[in-house]
């Protein structure tokens, strides 16, 4: 899987000149959580919503006639961003974006092709992803057997039993239980086979959960 595939294109980007206070209702505008800083076409580093609301807010706590002047007239986005933050290459593979944001603590990365600003990776495509894999705009159900190892209960074998009697499978993949670490194989299908499918796999004795 590469970034590339998955990013979002075309994204929300701001001036480092614009003024924090516009930048707020930009945001406000948008419903972003971050935007990237680009000006005359060069990526510039990374804003956050979340910053300009704080400081907004200890400007205006602190209720000094000077401080509250100087954010609304003075305050540019360039004084708050995020230079030169964590990004990803178009190239990269989702591992690798999974990896980054893991290590550096980011729910948000732009993504580069050279010094080019093409798109954005963020936990909102990564939900979208987990969507489709899930199939839940095609109105699909889950069905989750164990599979612990055990050579009589192996992913092939498990869908060997629910081909060889006529049911459809529309997606499959295997997670892991958080807690005991179990592997278990997940089958997406249909409504309408749902009962057939499931009652087959008890039937067979498989561990279903």
């Known amino acids: 899987m590469i970034v590339k595939h998955w ?34 076409g060069r990526f510039r580093g990374l804003i956050a919503r979340r910053d300009l609301r704080e400081v907004a807010s200890w400007t205006f706590a602190a209720q000094d006639i000077y401080e509250t002047q100087y954010f609304n007239e003075r305050l540019k986005v360039k004084d708050i961003m995020v230079r030169k933050p964590v990004t990803l290459n178009i190239d990269d593979t989702v591992d690798t974006a999974l990896e980054k944001g893991k290590e550096f603590g980011r729910s948000f990365l732009p993504v580069m092709d050279g010094g080019k600003l093409v798109g954005t990776l963020s936990n909102r495509d990564f939900s979208y992803a987990l969507k489709q894999l899930l199939g839940r705009d095609e109105g699909l159900h889950g069905i989750c057997v164990e599979i612990n190892g055990d050579n009589k209960v192996t992913i092939k074998k498990v869908l060997e039993e629910i081909f060889d009697q006529g049911f459809q499978i529309q997606g499959v993949f295997t997670l892991k239980d958080p807690d005991t670490k179990t592997k278990r194989l997940t089958i997406r299908v249909e409504e309408k086979y749902l009962k057939q499918i499931t009652s087959l796999i008890d039937q067979k004795g498989y561990k279903l959960i």
């Not at 979002?8 to 206070?21: E, F, G, Q, R, Y």
């Not at 209702?25 to 800083?37: A, G, W």
């Open 7 to 40: 990013m979002s294109k075309n994204p929300d980007t701001v001036s480092s000149d614009l003024l924090a206070k516009d930048a707020i209702e930009l945001f406000e505008e948008k419903r972003v959580p971050f935007m990237s800083v680009v000006d005359n």
